[in-house]
């Protein structure tokens, strides 16, 4: 039998390219090693975004789309909504019953996202952004802290044993909620002396974060993205507007690829090895103009992302196909749930 692993993502509508290089291309590999469950959390989203439900459903399925397009295959992975299984919220309350209060309080992620929200973020260290720029990044102010939020971690949990999970492929950002995760798997273990609850672990994906056009993290909020859905136009027009080594000013200057904080990284991200060199060597000569370069670029990316852009555009096209696949999903996720859940009733001792 394989391992079993889950993961989600909060539905932010569609996805960027960041999110393929980090997250996506990452689950598309491991589906094939695992068997996979792969959701939308739209209850999460409701954590902070309980007041901004208009695009929540839309958002869901341009997330789903992407996934489709990028290469999730429903034949090998279970595709989702976290909030169509509802024994997701019936697992989390067993779970919130034996979650002692001052674990919750003390979730490092939570307190990141609580600063994130209110305004005071630091670039996580993997991320290939400049400290400068960083430095000029944005975030919303308005953030309530509710009793849901304070449930985050607790819900998360939730996803991940409700299946079993033993092991969830995460960001760096996530790996504190995976410990609240292996924490409370071992005190329901403890209290109702059973080992029915695996401690699921993290499966760390290395790869650097790409930054946005501007330098600062990308995100759909600070309008520095490039989507996978982007037409090649937009894209093209988007690269033509990151940031470079500012220090040139004439085409035939030297540049310094090491400064050129954003194209000069994407170089390093989607070019040819060989490519990079080159590139590398006619900055530094003077060899190579910015616009120049950055045209050649944008054309390098739209080559990548054309056939996940394809399928994209067939999954637009075809709506209930997309609803099918996320019907089935829902079945299989939910049968399994099931399992779980009379299982851990009949060990608590629930009727
Ligand atoms: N918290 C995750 C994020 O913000 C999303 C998420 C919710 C998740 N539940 C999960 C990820 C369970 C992995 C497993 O990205
Ligand atoms: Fe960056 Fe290319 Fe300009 Fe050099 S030529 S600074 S690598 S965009």
């Not at 990044?137 to 996803?159: E, N, Q, T, W």
Request: charged share 25%; glycine share 6%.
């Amino acid at each position: 039998m394989k391992n079993r692993i889950v993961s989600g993502m909060r539905p932010t509508g569609k996805l960027h390219i960041g999110h393929y290089l980090g997250v996506i291309q990452n689950w598309v590999e491991l589906q094939k090693k695992y068997e996979s469950f792969f959701f939308v959390a739209d209850w999460h989203a409701l954590t902070t975004k309980y007041d901004k439900t208009e695009t929540l459903k839309q958002d869901t399925i341009d997330v789903v789309i992407d996934w489709l397009a990028s290469g999730l295959d429903p034949e090998l992975s279970a595709i989702y909504v976290q909030s169509l299984v509802p024994e997701i919220a019936e697992l989390n309350i067993y779970l919130g019953m034996v979650t002692p209060q001052n674990w919750v309080e003390r979730d490092p992620t939570l307190k990141d996202m609580a600063k994130v929200l209110r305004g005071k973020t630091e670039i996580p260290d993997n991320a290939v952004c400049s400290p400068q720029a960083a430095a000029n990044c944005h975030f919303r102010d308005d953030i309530l802290v509710s009793y849901g939020l304070m449930g985050y971690p607790v819900l998360m949990s939730a996803d991940i044993m409700m299946f079993n999970a033993s092991a969830v492929p995460v960001g760096s950002d996530q790996v504190a909620h995976i410990e609240i995760t292996r924490d409370i798997a071992r005190r329901f273990n403890n209290i109702y002396k059973t080992d029915f609850f695996v401690e699921p672990l993290p499966l760390l994906n290395d790869c650097a974060l790409i930054c946005g056009l501007d330098g600062c993290k990308m995100g759909k909020s600070f309008e520095n993205d490039i989507k996978i859905s982007d037409t090649q136009e937009v894209t093209a027009k988007k690269i033509m507007s990151a940031i470079t080594d500012k220090s040139r000013i004439r085409r035939d200057d030297p540049g310094h690829p090491e400064q050129c904080q954003v194209a000069f990284k994407y170089w390093e991200i989607f070019g040819a090895p060989e490519q990079i060199e080159t590139i590398k060597s006619e900055c530094k000569q003077g060899l190579r103009g910015c616009a120049d370069c950055k045209r050649q670029l944008g054309a390098v990316i739209n080559e990548k992302f054309a056939p996940i852009r394809e399928k994209r555009r067939y999954y637009e096209q075809h709506p209930d196909e997309v609803r099918e696949i996320l019907a089935a999903g829902t079945a299989r996720a939910r049968a399994e749930a099931q399992k779980v859940l009379s299982e851990v009733k009949n060990i608590i001792g629930m009727y």
